[in-house]
């Protein structure tokens, strides 16, 4: 994948947990980054888009930075409900397409 | 309340074709593109392509690895778009999902998904 996420992260109930994606010019670089949650056996789910926005009704335990080609996802206050996939996303000029991350897989412990 | 649905998954051999259909409510579908993504058994999202809106002249895109055997269509008099699959392989086996584009600056967001349609290519 041009977007690179770490495969798996872990953090206890109620500590803070980043998940980061590292792209290139051609990508994150040019665009805003959306990150996606699925929980399992679900569909994917908006979380943040435009790098740092909440669409209506997610938590504002989540957050979302970027700088440069490098974008990251912070989850606060972990819960057991936070367990799931989570991916980032942005258009790749090179590709002509939208590039996914591989996925990072969240467990709280 | 927005929704998308996909239909028409289902078992196929390899070499068929297959017709997906994505079917929206509660929103002006003509006002948005629709994306198709897949997600093949325990592996990540992969995008598949999308069309934009007739505005943005009804264009496609397409991912390498379906490009000219997928065409991505839609009727938004009937809220409704398509995923034509053609000369289907088994590495096409995967849950297709349609999702809602969402456009801010040159961002584009997928803010509404459908539950998704299981598609299996094998003999």
């Known amino acids: 994948s041009v977007l690179t996420q770490p495969p798996s992260v872990s953090g206890a109930p109620r500590q803070r947990v980043t998940i980061s994606c590292s792209g290139s010019?051609?990508?994150?670089?040019?665009?805003?980054v959306n990150w996606y949650q699925q929980l399992p056996g679900k569909a994917p789910k908006l979380l943040i888009f435009?790098?740092?926005l909440l669409p209506s009704g997610v938590s504002d335990r989540f957050s979302g930075s970027k700088s440069d080609s490098s974008a990251s996802l912070a989850i606060s206050g972990l819960r057991p409900e936070d367990e799931a996939d989570y991916y980032c996303a942005v258009w790749d000029d090179d590709l002509g397409g939208v590039a996914f991350g591989g996925g990072t897989k969240l467990t709280v412990l | 309340e927005v929704q998308l649905v996909e239909s028409g998954g289902g078992l196929i051999q390899p070499g068929r074709s297959l017709r997906l259909s994505c079917t929206g409510s509660?929103?002006?579908?003509?006002?948005?593109?629709v994306t198709w993504v897949r997600q093949a058994p325990g592996k990540g999202l992969e995008w598949v392509g999308l069309i934009r809106t007739k505005g943005f002249g009804g264009t496609t895109e397409y991912a390498a690895p379906v490009k000219g055997r997928f065409t991505i269509s839609r009727n938004d008099s009937k809220s409704v778009a398509f995923l034509q699959m053609n000369s289907l392989k088994a590495e096409d086996t995967a849950v297709y999902y349609c999702?809602?584009?969402?456009?801010?600056?040159?961002?584009?967001?997928?803010?509404?998904w459908g539950q998704g349609t299981l598609v299996t290519v094998s003999s």
């Open positions: 010019s051609s990508n994150i670089g040019n665009y805003g």
């Open positions: 999702a809602r584009a969402y456009l801010l600056d040159s961002t584009m967001s997928l803010d509404f």
């Open positions: 435009y790098s740092n």
């Open positions: 509660g929103f002006t579908f003509g006002d948005h593109g």
